[in-house]
């Protein structure tokens, strides 16, 4: 059986940046009926990651990073994915 999106994205997001904050949050159930909604309960994901690989990048380089460290899944496997990505202060 396929691993679930969200765990496969954690698992992703934990090998490629070693985060000191991962959350990886399914929104599918407020988007139920609406466009993009494959009826699969994983198609619209939040990822709210802090890692120090985003020192010095800006938004869209971070934003470039977790979507490239995800492969297919953006795009393809999930309709929408909100990314807030960040480096850890001091």
Do not use: W, Y
Not at 26 to 47: C, K, P
Request: hydrophobic share 40%; net charge negative.
């Amino acid at each position: 059986m396929p691993e679930p999106v969200q765990q496969e994205m954690e698992r992703l997001l934990t090998e490629a940046f070693d985060p000191t904050r991962l959350e990886v949050i399914n929104d599918s159930a407020q988007h139920a009926g609406h466009a993009g909604d494959d009826g699969s309960g994983e198609s619209h994901f939040t990822i709210v990651i802090e890692a120090t690989a985003f020192a010095d990048k800006s938004r869209l380089d971070r934003q470039r990073m977790v979507n490239k460290a995800l492969g297919d899944i953006p795009g393809e496997r999930v309709h929408a994915l909100a990314i807030q990505a960040s480096a850890p202060t001091s």
